[in-house]
Protein backbone atom coordinates (compact mmCIF):
# COMPACT_ATOMS: atom_id res chain seq x y z
CA UNK A 1 0.00 0.00 0.00
CA UNK A 2 1.06 3.54 -0.12
CA UNK A 3 0.41 5.97 2.56
CA UNK A 4 0.07 9.44 0.79
CA UNK A 5 0.43 11.32 4.13
CA UNK A 6 0.27 11.48 8.01
CA UNK A 7 -1.10 14.08 10.35
CA UNK A 8 -0.63 14.55 14.32
CA UNK A 9 -3.84 16.20 15.51
CA UNK A 10 -4.33 17.33 18.94
CA UNK A 11 -6.22 15.11 21.09
CA UNK A 12 -6.53 11.22 20.65
CA UNK A 13 -8.55 10.14 16.97
CA UNK A 14 -11.22 8.18 16.94
CA UNK A 15 -13.71 7.99 14.01
CA UNK A 16 -13.05 9.34 10.26
CA UNK A 17 -16.06 9.88 7.57
CA UNK A 18 -15.51 10.90 4.12
CA UNK A 19 -18.57 12.61 2.95
CA UNK A 20 -21.11 10.34 0.98
CA UNK A 21 -23.40 12.79 -0.35
CA UNK A 22 -23.13 13.29 -4.36
CA UNK A 23 -21.13 16.65 -5.35
CA UNK A 24 -18.97 16.55 -1.77
CA UNK A 25 -17.03 13.51 -1.27
CA UNK A 26 -13.85 15.78 -1.06
CA UNK A 27 -14.90 16.93 2.46
CA UNK A 28 -13.69 14.20 5.43
CA UNK A 29 -14.71 14.58 9.08
CA UNK A 30 -12.63 13.33 12.12
CA UNK A 31 -13.56 13.20 15.55
CA UNK A 32 -11.40 13.29 18.62
CA UNK A 33 -12.08 12.23 22.59
CA UNK A 34 -10.01 12.50 25.21
CA UNK A 35 -10.47 12.38 29.06
CA UNK A 36 -8.84 15.45 31.20
CA UNK A 37 -7.17 13.55 34.02
CA UNK A 38 -7.12 16.73 36.07
CA UNK A 39 -11.02 17.78 35.68
CA UNK A 40 -12.45 14.64 34.44
CA UNK A 41 -14.29 16.32 31.43
CA UNK A 42 -14.43 14.45 28.29
CA UNK A 43 -13.06 17.02 25.44
CA UNK A 44 -13.80 16.61 21.92
CA UNK A 45 -12.78 18.03 18.63
CA UNK A 46 -14.00 18.45 15.45
CA UNK A 47 -11.73 18.57 12.20
CA UNK A 48 -13.35 19.22 8.76
CA UNK A 49 -10.79 18.66 5.84
CA UNK A 50 -10.97 18.78 2.09
CA UNK A 51 -9.31 16.33 -0.10
CA UNK A 52 -7.15 18.10 -2.80
CA UNK A 53 -5.25 16.42 -5.58
CA UNK A 54 -2.22 18.93 -7.47
CA UNK A 55 -0.12 16.07 -7.18
CA UNK A 56 -0.45 13.62 -4.77
CA UNK A 57 -3.85 12.99 -2.43
CA UNK A 58 -3.29 15.38 0.74
CA UNK A 59 -5.84 16.23 3.43
CA UNK A 60 -6.01 20.74 4.01
CA UNK A 61 -7.65 21.32 6.98
CA UNK A 62 -10.61 23.86 6.77
CA UNK A 63 -12.43 24.23 9.81
CA UNK A 64 -12.23 22.74 13.68
CA UNK A 65 -15.33 23.25 16.45
CA UNK A 66 -14.53 22.07 19.57
CA UNK A 67 -17.25 19.75 21.28
CA UNK A 68 -17.65 17.07 24.06
CA UNK A 69 -15.57 13.89 23.67
CA UNK A 70 -16.78 12.86 20.42
CA UNK A 71 -17.48 8.63 20.01
CA UNK A 72 -19.06 8.56 16.74
CA UNK A 73 -19.77 10.97 13.88
CA UNK A 74 -22.21 10.87 10.24
CA UNK A 75 -22.57 13.17 7.56
CA UNK A 76 -26.30 14.30 6.93
CA UNK A 77 -28.07 16.81 4.62
CA UNK A 78 -30.91 18.33 5.70
CA UNK A 79 -32.74 19.38 2.09
CA UNK A 80 -35.56 22.12 3.59
CA UNK A 81 -32.69 24.43 3.73
CA UNK A 82 -29.90 22.45 1.96
CA UNK A 83 -27.66 22.52 4.74
CA UNK A 84 -24.50 20.26 4.51
CA UNK A 85 -24.40 18.66 8.02
CA UNK A 86 -22.23 16.04 10.61
CA UNK A 87 -24.19 14.62 13.33
CA UNK A 88 -22.09 14.37 16.60
CA UNK A 89 -22.40 11.20 19.17
CA UNK A 90 -20.58 12.72 22.38
CA UNK A 91 -19.69 11.69 25.89
CA UNK A 92 -21.91 14.34 27.24
CA UNK A 93 -25.06 12.16 26.02
CA UNK A 94 -26.15 14.53 23.42
CA UNK A 95 -26.87 14.11 19.68
CA UNK A 96 -25.11 17.57 17.79
CA UNK A 97 -25.78 18.62 14.24
CA UNK A 98 -23.30 20.44 12.90
CA UNK A 99 -23.62 22.92 9.89
CA UNK A 100 -20.35 22.84 7.11
CA UNK A 101 -20.88 26.68 5.33
CA UNK A 102 -19.21 29.58 4.17
CA UNK A 103 -17.48 32.38 6.17
CA UNK A 104 -17.34 34.87 3.29
CA UNK A 105 -18.69 36.40 0.76
CA UNK A 106 -19.72 33.07 -0.75
CA UNK A 107 -22.57 33.12 1.57
CA UNK A 108 -25.91 32.36 0.37
CA UNK A 109 -29.07 34.44 1.98
CA UNK A 110 -29.34 31.47 4.57
CA UNK A 111 -25.76 32.04 5.92
CA UNK A 112 -25.32 28.60 3.50
CA UNK A 113 -22.31 27.10 1.54
CA UNK A 114 -23.42 27.76 -2.19
CA UNK A 115 -25.65 24.86 -3.81
CA UNK A 116 -25.69 23.47 -6.95
CA UNK A 117 -28.33 21.15 -8.62
CA UNK A 118 -27.10 18.19 -10.70
CA UNK A 119 -28.88 15.30 -11.80
CA UNK A 120 -31.03 16.35 -9.27
CA UNK A 121 -28.70 16.03 -6.44
CA UNK A 122 -27.14 18.95 -3.87
CA UNK A 123 -23.88 19.67 -5.03
CA UNK A 124 -21.62 22.73 -3.32
CA UNK A 125 -20.35 24.79 -6.00
CA UNK A 126 -17.35 25.25 -7.27
CA UNK A 127 -17.06 29.05 -6.00
CA UNK A 128 -17.70 27.68 -2.51
CA UNK A 129 -15.48 25.53 -2.72
CA UNK A 130 -12.43 27.00 -3.67
CA UNK A 131 -13.42 29.69 -1.35
CA UNK A 132 -10.87 29.93 2.00
CA UNK A 133 -13.15 30.34 4.09
CA UNK A 134 -14.91 27.40 4.97
CA UNK A 135 -16.45 26.83 9.00
CA UNK A 136 -18.47 24.48 11.70
CA UNK A 137 -21.24 25.88 13.23
CA UNK A 138 -23.50 24.11 16.01
CA UNK A 139 -27.19 24.11 14.41
CA UNK A 140 -28.90 21.79 16.62
CA UNK A 141 -28.63 19.90 19.91
CA UNK A 142 -30.29 17.05 21.63
CA UNK A 143 -30.36 14.99 24.94
CA UNK A 144 -29.85 11.69 22.89
CA UNK A 145 -29.54 9.76 25.84
CA UNK A 146 -30.94 10.28 29.04
CA UNK A 147 -27.76 8.45 31.38
CA UNK A 148 -24.32 7.51 30.37
CA UNK A 149 -22.35 8.71 26.59
CA UNK A 150 -23.79 8.55 23.53
CA UNK A 151 -21.83 6.01 21.92
CA UNK A 152 -22.82 5.85 18.41
CA UNK A 153 -25.14 7.55 15.56
CA UNK A 154 -26.77 6.36 12.03
CA UNK A 155 -29.01 8.23 10.43
CA UNK A 156 -31.96 6.25 8.58
CA UNK A 157 -32.09 6.13 5.11
CA UNK A 158 -33.62 9.23 3.96
CA UNK A 159 -36.06 7.59 1.28
CA UNK A 160 -37.22 5.53 4.54
CA UNK A 161 -37.48 8.84 6.74
CA UNK A 162 -35.49 12.02 6.41
CA UNK A 163 -34.29 13.35 9.60
CA UNK A 164 -34.54 10.24 11.46
CA UNK A 165 -31.80 8.98 13.62
CA UNK A 166 -30.65 6.23 16.14
CA UNK A 167 -28.33 6.12 19.17
CA UNK A 168 -27.00 3.85 21.77
CA UNK A 169 -25.59 4.32 24.90
CA UNK A 170 -22.71 3.77 27.85
CA UNK A 171 -26.13 2.43 30.09
CA UNK A 172 -27.16 0.48 26.94
CA UNK A 173 -30.16 1.62 25.68
CA UNK A 174 -31.13 2.89 22.35
CA UNK A 175 -32.70 5.87 21.24
CA UNK A 176 -34.89 7.31 18.56
CA UNK A 177 -34.06 11.03 17.01
CA UNK A 178 -35.78 13.12 14.62
CA UNK A 179 -34.39 16.29 13.40
CA UNK A 180 -37.07 18.50 11.99
CA UNK A 181 -37.91 22.56 11.20
CA UNK A 182 -38.70 22.28 15.32
CA UNK A 183 -35.64 21.56 16.14
CA UNK A 184 -34.27 17.84 17.09
CA UNK A 185 -36.25 15.51 19.58
CA UNK A 186 -35.66 12.34 21.31
CA UNK A 187 -38.68 10.13 20.47
CA UNK A 188 -37.96 7.20 22.24
CA UNK A 189 -35.57 5.33 24.42
CA UNK A 190 -35.39 1.45 25.67
CA UNK A 191 -33.17 -0.59 28.01
CA UNK A 192 -31.80 -2.40 25.12
CA UNK A 193 -28.51 -4.44 26.28
CA UNK A 194 -26.98 -5.04 29.98
CA UNK A 195 -23.75 -3.29 29.05
CA UNK A 196 -22.45 -0.67 26.88
CA UNK A 197 -23.93 -0.45 23.90
CA UNK A 198 -21.37 -0.28 21.22
CA UNK A 199 -23.51 0.20 18.31
CA UNK A 200 -27.17 0.74 16.68
CA UNK A 201 -27.99 0.57 13.00
CA UNK A 202 -30.56 1.25 10.70
CA UNK A 203 -31.67 -1.93 8.06
CA UNK A 204 -30.68 0.43 4.50
CA UNK A 205 -33.33 -1.62 2.61
CA UNK A 206 -36.35 -2.62 5.26
CA UNK A 207 -37.52 0.87 6.89
CA UNK A 208 -37.70 0.40 10.58
CA UNK A 209 -35.59 -2.26 10.98
CA UNK A 210 -33.13 -1.60 13.91
CA UNK A 211 -30.07 -3.71 14.78
CA UNK A 212 -28.19 -3.34 17.81
CA UNK A 213 -24.58 -4.68 19.57
CA UNK A 214 -23.35 -4.16 22.61
CA UNK A 215 -20.64 -5.32 25.49
CA UNK A 216 -23.07 -8.03 26.79
CA UNK A 217 -22.41 -9.86 23.35
CA UNK A 218 -26.00 -9.63 22.52
CA UNK A 219 -27.08 -9.11 18.35
CA UNK A 220 -29.93 -8.01 18.37
CA UNK A 221 -33.13 -6.88 15.86
CA UNK A 222 -35.35 -4.36 16.46
CA UNK A 223 -38.89 -2.86 14.96
CA UNK A 224 -39.15 0.97 15.53
CA UNK A 225 -42.66 0.91 14.97
CA UNK A 226 -43.38 -0.19 18.04
CA UNK A 227 -41.28 1.78 19.86
CA UNK A 228 -41.91 5.02 17.77
CA UNK A 229 -45.95 4.67 18.00
CA UNK A 230 -45.19 4.11 22.57
CA UNK A 231 -45.84 6.80 24.79
CA UNK A 232 -43.96 6.85 28.09
CA UNK A 233 -46.84 5.60 29.69
CA UNK A 234 -46.41 2.14 27.97
CA UNK A 235 -42.96 2.30 30.18
CA UNK A 236 -40.98 3.46 33.47
CA UNK A 237 -42.35 6.58 33.98
CA UNK A 238 -39.61 7.69 36.66
CA UNK A 239 -36.80 6.70 34.24
CA UNK A 240 -38.66 7.97 30.47
CA UNK A 241 -37.96 4.40 28.79
CA UNK A 242 -40.24 3.13 26.99
CA UNK A 243 -40.89 -1.11 27.24
CA UNK A 244 -39.41 -2.44 23.92
CA UNK A 245 -39.29 -6.31 23.17
CA UNK A 246 -36.77 -7.05 20.39
CA UNK A 247 -37.74 -9.54 17.71
CA UNK A 248 -34.26 -11.48 17.75
CA UNK A 249 -31.76 -11.99 19.90
CA UNK A 250 -28.65 -13.81 19.26
CA UNK A 251 -26.06 -13.96 22.41
CA UNK A 252 -24.03 -16.96 21.27
CA UNK A 253 -22.50 -16.20 17.73
CA UNK A 254 -19.94 -13.61 19.21
CA UNK A 255 -17.59 -14.42 22.24
CA UNK A 256 -16.95 -11.05 23.41
CA UNK A 257 -18.36 -7.80 22.81
CA UNK A 258 -20.25 -6.31 19.33
CA UNK A 259 -18.52 -3.51 18.53
CA UNK A 260 -20.29 -2.74 14.75
CA UNK A 261 -22.83 -3.80 12.59
CA UNK A 262 -22.94 -2.74 8.62
CA UNK A 263 -26.12 -3.55 6.58
CA UNK A 264 -24.86 -3.52 2.61
CA UNK A 265 -25.85 -0.12 0.84
CA UNK A 266 -26.64 -1.98 -2.43
CA UNK A 267 -28.16 -6.25 -1.48
CA UNK A 268 -30.70 -6.05 0.67
CA UNK A 269 -30.30 -8.87 3.45
CA UNK A 270 -26.84 -9.08 3.57
CA UNK A 271 -24.94 -7.85 6.64
CA UNK A 272 -21.88 -7.81 8.96
CA UNK A 273 -20.70 -7.44 12.44
CA UNK A 274 -17.71 -6.81 14.11
CA UNK A 275 -16.46 -8.04 17.28
CA UNK A 276 -13.91 -7.51 20.33
CA UNK A 277 -13.74 -11.35 19.70
CA UNK A 278 -11.66 -10.72 16.59
CA UNK A 279 -14.05 -11.96 13.94
CA UNK A 280 -16.04 -10.60 11.04
CA UNK A 281 -18.90 -12.58 10.66
CA UNK A 282 -21.70 -12.49 7.64
CA UNK A 283 -25.35 -12.66 8.24
CA UNK A 284 -28.05 -13.45 5.66
CA UNK A 285 -31.26 -11.37 6.99
CA UNK A 286 -34.02 -12.49 4.73
CA UNK A 287 -35.71 -13.75 7.52
CA UNK A 288 -35.64 -10.98 9.84
CA UNK A 289 -36.52 -12.70 13.11
CA UNK A 290 -34.43 -15.43 12.50
CA UNK A 291 -30.46 -13.96 10.50
CA UNK A 292 -28.64 -16.96 9.95
CA UNK A 293 -24.71 -16.30 9.95
CA UNK A 294 -23.52 -17.82 6.59
CA UNK A 295 -19.31 -17.12 7.42
CA UNK A 296 -16.92 -15.67 9.63
CA UNK A 297 -12.83 -15.11 9.51
CA UNK A 298 -10.49 -13.50 11.96
CA UNK A 299 -9.18 -10.26 11.21
CA UNK A 300 -6.32 -10.50 13.69
CA UNK A 301 -7.53 -7.52 16.67
CA UNK A 302 -10.90 -6.09 17.57
CA UNK A 303 -13.39 -5.05 14.84
CA UNK A 304 -14.38 -1.46 15.88
CA UNK A 305 -15.72 -0.50 12.25
CA UNK A 306 -17.06 -1.97 9.00
CA UNK A 307 -17.14 -0.03 5.66
CA UNK A 308 -18.64 -1.76 2.51
CA UNK A 309 -16.63 -0.67 -0.31
CA UNK A 310 -18.78 2.22 -2.50
CA UNK A 311 -18.64 0.33 -5.34
CA UNK A 312 -17.57 -2.69 -4.97
CA UNK A 313 -20.31 -5.39 -3.73
CA UNK A 314 -17.98 -7.59 -2.08
CA UNK A 315 -14.87 -5.66 -0.80
CA UNK A 316 -15.11 -4.08 3.07
CA UNK A 317 -12.73 -2.07 5.36
CA UNK A 318 -12.24 -3.08 8.56
CA UNK A 319 -10.50 -1.09 11.61
CA UNK A 320 -9.64 -3.64 13.80
CA UNK A 321 -8.34 -1.92 16.53
CA UNK A 322 -4.46 -3.54 17.59
CA UNK A 323 -4.06 -5.11 13.97
CA UNK A 324 -4.69 -1.83 11.72
CA UNK A 325 -6.70 -1.98 9.36
CA UNK A 326 -7.72 -4.75 7.44
CA UNK A 327 -9.30 -5.21 3.36
CA UNK A 328 -12.05 -7.95 3.11
CA UNK A 329 -13.65 -9.97 0.15
CA UNK A 330 -16.44 -11.95 -0.05
CA UNK A 331 -16.51 -14.48 -2.62
CA UNK A 332 -18.98 -14.35 -5.60
CA UNK A 333 -21.38 -17.05 -3.70
CA UNK A 334 -21.72 -14.65 -0.56
CA UNK A 335 -19.98 -18.01 1.24
CA UNK A 336 -16.37 -16.98 2.12
CA UNK A 337 -14.95 -13.91 3.74
CA UNK A 338 -11.18 -13.27 4.00
CA UNK A 339 -8.54 -10.77 4.51
CA UNK A 340 -6.88 -10.02 1.25
CA UNK A 341 -4.76 -7.01 2.92
CA UNK A 342 -3.36 -5.13 6.02
CA UNK A 343 -2.51 -1.39 6.57
CA UNK A 344 0.18 -1.88 9.40
CA UNK A 345 0.98 2.19 9.73
CA UNK A 346 -0.61 2.81 12.52
CA UNK A 347 1.38 2.58 16.18
CA UNK A 348 -1.68 2.52 18.00
CA UNK A 349 -5.50 1.61 18.43
CA UNK A 350 -7.14 1.64 14.81
CA UNK A 351 -10.60 3.38 15.78
CA UNK A 352 -11.81 4.78 12.53
CA UNK A 353 -11.34 3.96 8.77
CA UNK A 354 -13.54 5.15 5.52
CA UNK A 355 -13.71 5.19 1.94
CA UNK A 356 -13.40 8.40 -0.02
CA UNK A 357 -16.11 8.16 -2.77
CA UNK A 358 -14.63 10.11 -5.10
CA UNK A 359 -16.01 10.04 -8.81
CA UNK A 360 -13.26 7.93 -10.93
CA UNK A 361 -12.70 10.92 -14.02
CA UNK A 362 -13.02 14.62 -14.54
CA UNK A 363 -16.02 14.53 -17.05
CA UNK A 364 -17.79 12.73 -13.46
CA UNK A 365 -16.80 15.43 -11.48
CA UNK A 366 -18.20 18.40 -13.53
CA UNK A 367 -21.15 16.77 -14.33
CA UNK A 368 -21.76 16.05 -10.40
CA UNK A 369 -21.21 20.08 -9.64
CA UNK A 370 -17.19 19.38 -8.44
CA UNK A 371 -14.68 21.48 -8.32
CA UNK A 372 -12.72 19.93 -10.86
CA UNK A 373 -9.45 22.23 -10.66
CA UNK A 374 -9.28 20.97 -6.60
CA UNK A 375 -9.93 17.08 -6.49
CA UNK A 376 -9.56 15.78 -9.74
CA UNK A 377 -6.05 15.21 -10.28
CA UNK A 378 -4.88 11.82 -10.64
CA UNK A 379 -2.60 10.22 -8.42
CA UNK A 380 0.94 9.07 -9.23
CA UNK A 381 0.27 10.53 -12.61
CA UNK A 382 -2.16 7.91 -13.61
CA UNK A 383 -4.24 9.04 -16.48
CA UNK A 384 -7.56 10.87 -15.80
CA UNK A 385 -10.50 8.17 -15.19
CA UNK A 386 -8.34 6.04 -13.29
CA UNK A 387 -9.98 5.08 -9.80
CA UNK A 388 -7.23 4.66 -7.30
CA UNK A 389 -9.01 3.72 -4.15
CA UNK A 390 -8.04 6.57 -1.35
CA UNK A 391 -8.59 5.42 2.25
CA UNK A 392 -8.59 7.66 5.38
CA UNK A 393 -7.83 5.71 8.44
CA UNK A 394 -6.97 7.23 12.05
CA UNK A 395 -5.51 5.89 15.78
CA UNK A 396 -6.46 6.60 19.14
CA UNK A 397 -3.22 7.44 21.36
CA UNK A 398 -0.81 8.47 19.16
CA UNK A 399 -3.67 10.77 17.86
CA UNK A 400 -2.73 10.13 14.11
CA UNK A 401 -4.94 10.30 10.71
CA UNK A 402 -3.77 8.62 7.59
CA UNK A 403 -4.64 8.94 4.14
CA UNK A 404 -3.39 5.75 1.86
CA UNK A 405 -4.36 3.43 -1.30
CA UNK A 406 -4.27 0.24 -0.85
CA UNK A 407 -1.54 -2.04 -3.07
CA UNK A 408 -3.73 -4.67 -4.69
CA UNK A 409 -6.54 -3.60 -7.49
CA UNK A 410 -10.08 -3.05 -6.64
Not at 3 to 26: A, I, M, R, S
Not at 247 to 276: D, Q
Request: net charge negative; proline share 3%; charged share 15%.
Amino acid sequence: MTCHQEVLLDLNTDCVEFCPLHGNHQWLAVGTYQLDEATKLRNGRLYLYQLQHEGLPQLVEQAKLDVAGIFDLQWTQLLAHEQLCIGLALADGTLRLVQVKATDSELTAAGNLLFAKCNGQLAVSASAQSAPGVGLQQIGICQAVNTGMCLSLDWAPPQHQHGLAATSSSAGTISIVQVAESGITQLSEWQGHDLEAWMAHWDKHQPRVLYSGADDCAFKVWDTRTACSSSNNNGDSSSGLINQAAVYVNSKAHEAGVCCISSHPHRAHVLVTGSYDEQIRLWDTRNITRPVKTCQTSAGGGVWRLKWHPSKDQVLLAACMYNGVALVTIDEHWSTVQVTEEYKGHESIAYGADWCRRPCSQQAEQQQGFNSAAISQPAHGKQQGDNTNIIATCSFYDRRLHLWSPTIPI
